[in-house]
């Protein structure tokens, strides 16, 4: 059964915009911490962009003023606005809910916390 569901990825030029999505149950949007990550080819998956569900933010510090992490309450989904992208935002994002969001965001986590991972999807910042 597929708990997270993303879309929005897509081929831009460097400056350019997109927003990724990422949608749940209301068990997992109410209760977990959630986050977006990415793994560029060749390289380990990075936390970009975190957030609970009092709305609190955290981000890396490469895309700090460009990108936006959100939750819509009503549609259970959480967003990653991304603005003025760079080549180097190239990779496959993957959202995440539970144990990896938790242990990124709060320097720790319960094991018995559920992880949740999303599909991926892929961006390319491209010329």
């Known amino acids: 059964q597929v708990q997270l569901v993303e879309s929005g990825g897509g081929l831009v030029q460097p400056g350019g915009s997109l927003r990724l999505s990422c949608a749940t149950s209301?068990?997992?949007?109410?209760?977990?911490?959630m986050g977006w990550y990415r793994q560029a080819p060749g390289k380990q998956r990075e936390k970009v962009a975190l957030?609970?569900?009092?709305?609190?933010?955290k981000y890396i510090d490469s895309v700090k003023g460009r990108f936006t992490i959100s939750r819509d309450n009503t549609k259970n989904t959480v967003y990653l606005q991304m603005d003025d992208l760079k080549f180097e935002d190239t990779a496959v994002y993957y959202c995440?809910?539970?144990?990896?969001?938790?242990?990124?965001?709060?320097?720790?986590?319960?094991?018995?916390?559920?992880?949740?991972w999303g599909q991926g999807t892929q961006v390319t910042v491209s010329s």
């Open positions: 995440n809910a539970g144990y990896t969001a938790t242990f990124h965001y709060y320097y720790g986590a319960a094991t018995s916390i559920p992880d949740y």
């Open positions: 209301p068990r997992i949007f109410n209760n977990a911490v």
């Open positions: 957030i609970i569900t009092d709305g609190s933010t």
